[in-house]
């Protein structure tokens, strides 16, 4: 096993259904079992606009088997085997809950997500001192848009 980082500038993004919220994970780091990488919750009012970041943390920590696991339950989903389901991660982190509606050619997801400010950088702890201890954001997504993130996160794992 490297002792030393390895770093992907790599991508991972996860879009709504009308591509105005995006999810992305970047800047993956392996540093022995672990996996980092920044996550950056984005919208954009019209889909001919730039997505702006709306929030953003740096090096969130997940064991490799935990995103395995995330990327192996995400596929499930897309391929229509799971419901739903809920990924919490050990340490500070995207938490993620996922429900199916429809079925087949109409299967979308609901997708909450968020950051748990508290357990996060410094600049993020001050923000949930004044209240504010969890950001996140809900989306609509498509089976396909579900199978390519899972898809990317499995590369990452």
Same mark, same amino acid.
């Given at each position: 096993?490297?002792?030393? +980082? /390895? ?14 919220l995006w999810l992305v994970l #970047? #800047? ?18 019209a889909p001919a606009e730039p ?9 969130v920590v997940e064991p490799r ?67 504010? /201890? ?11 848009? &579900?199978? +390519?993130?899972?898809?990317? &996160?499995?590369?990452?794992?």
């Open positions: 096993m490297p002792t030393e +980082d /390895h770093r992907d500038q790599g991508m991972v993004l996860l879009r709504d259904e009308r591509d105005l #970047d #800047d993956f780091v392996a540093r022995g079992n672990d996996r980092l990488c920044d996550v950056h919750f984005l919208a954009r009012e997505p702006q970041p709306f929030i953003s943390t740096f090096g088997e935990g995103l395995a696991a995330l990327a192996e339950g995400l596929a499930r989903a897309a391929e229509g085997e799971v419901s739903a389901m809920r990924h919490d991660p050990i340490g500070p982190g995207l938490s993620l809950e996922l429900k199916a509606t429809g079925s087949d050619e109409t299967l979308t997801f609901e997708v909450v997500l968020w950051l748990d400010l508290v357990r996060m950088n410094p600049a993020m702890k001050s923000r949930a001192v004044r209240g504010r /201890h969890q950001s996140g954001m809900r989306m609509h997504v498509t089976a396909a848009a &579900l199978r +390519d993130f899972a898809a990317g &996160l499995r590369a990452y794992s």
